[in-house]
């Protein structure tokens, strides 16, 4: 089984269209029809980074996740994880902790001091899969629907 991380851009995005579109269904999201541009602004923003983790030239997974700007009062570097998918047949497999330890390494390289994560309320697996790889609860979110 030979695994791999391949950093999505232009050139490549074709590879995570399929995962996305499973995602899209598992979290019953609107549609695919702005992927290739959403995907484009967010490969295109500051410091972002989408990294799609083949296993055997398939993709299986795929994680997104950005360095924070700093503002004024904070002092630590952060990493947040954006959004953390493995297709269903291939979970419990530590695809999703392998892409977790990737951005691990590439915040460890650039000095980061945290990773951090949000999740939906309704998602108690990933929570117990966060817990289990060493992420901890520190807060909370809290949301005003505007619409």
């Not at 490549?12 to 602004?41: G, M, P, R, V």
């Amino acid at each position: 089984m030979k695994k791999e991380f391949i950093k999505i851009d232009t050139t490549n995005i074709h590879l995570i269209k399929d995962l996305y579109t499973q995602f899209i269904k598992e979290i019953h999201a609107s549609n695919l029809e702005d992927f290739d541009t959403a995907t484009l602004n967010f490969i295109n923003g500051y410091q972002n980074y989408i990294i799609t983790l083949l296993i055997d030239s398939i993709p299986r997974g795929v994680i997104e996740y950005r360095i924070l700007p700093k503002k004024l009062r904070d002092t630590k570097n952060i990493m947040e994880i954006t959004s953390l998918f493995v297709k269903s047949q291939d979970r419990k497999k530590g695809l999703g902790k392998d892409l977790v330890e990737y951005v691990k390494r590439h915040a460890t390289q650039l000095k980061c001091d945290s990773i951090v994560l949000y999740s939906g309320l309704e998602l108690e697996n990933a929570h117990k899969f966060y817990e289990k790889i060493g992420f901890s609860k520190s807060c909370y979110f809290f949301e005003i629907p505007l619409s």
